[in-house]
């Protein structure tokens, strides 16, 4: 059995970073059996696979050879790289919450790139030029009421935990950091995308980027049932 206070955080709902590196010192001062250290591995099975778990300075081996560290094993980096945001595609596109009632994926998303790439002939392009805060995935969701289906573009910005910027809209802290430039672009697109209508989210987790996706289907139905 875990010692009760690394066992509760284990269970938190909504485990974060914070939650990470509170839970690190606990184990720094315990001294886990292997059978317990299967226990905390197990736990964090749960969490989820989007939340970093980066190793703290301790515990990484300070000379190439050295003995590893036990909780090492419990430790995961996340970053922004295509598999990550695969993931996402992924996961959105099979949720049983985003489905037709003819059983097939309400939403269709593909990676939306930015910036300036090099060809193979020399030259170089910018992708997403123009667009100011452009999201990482765009898509479309297909909204159906009665016997209707309608189209509605949607936007995913994709941040690592933590990392929503302050004034967005799906922002829970209490920070007034100074956004970066990106940023302010990134939330401005979203203000404007909400007040036509639109749909642009923030997410660090793809199960609260799905039930966003949920809530704007449903503000769209009713939008259509304001009309009638």
């Avoid at 970073?17 to 509170?22: C, D, F, L």
């Avoid at 197990?42 to 980066?54: I, T």
């Avoid at 059983?103 to 090099?118: E, F, I, K, N, Y």
């Amino acid at each position: 059995m875990l010692p009760s206070d690394i066992n509760q955080l284990l269970q938190t709902t909504r485990p974060d970073v914070a939650t990470w590196a509170a839970l690190c010192r606990l184990l720094d001062a315990a001294s886990l059996s292997p059978q317990q250290l299967s226990e905390v591995k197990k736990a964090l099975s749960s969490w989820p696979r989007e939340v970093p778990r980066r190793a703290p300075r301790e515990w990484v081996p300070e000379f190439v050879g050295s003995p590893r560290h036990p909780y090492l094993s419990l430790c995961c980096d996340v970053t922004e790289t295509e598999s990550l945001y695969n993931y996402y595609i992924a996961q959105i596109s099979t949720s049983p919450k985003l489905r037709l009632r003819d059983g097939s994926p309400a939403v269709t998303m593909w990676r939306q790139l930015r910036g300036r790439v090099q060809l193979q002939n020399g030259t170089s392009i910018e992708l997403g030029a123009g667009q100011s805060g452009l999201a990482d995935l765009g898509g479309i969701m297909i909204v159906e009421q009665g016997n209707h289906r309608f189209n509605s573009y949607i936007e995913i910005e994709i941040k690592i935990c933590g990392k929503i910027p302050p004034t967005a809209r799906e922002y829970m802290g209490s920070s007034t950091r100074q956004l970066t430039d990106t940023e302010s672009d990134q939330v401005r697109r979203q203000q404007i995308q909400i007040e036509r209508g639109g749909c642009y989210i923030f997410c660090d987790r793809v199960a609260e980027g799905i039930e966003s996706l949920c809530q704007f289907r449903s503000e769209f139905v009713g939008r259509i049932h304001d009309c009638k």
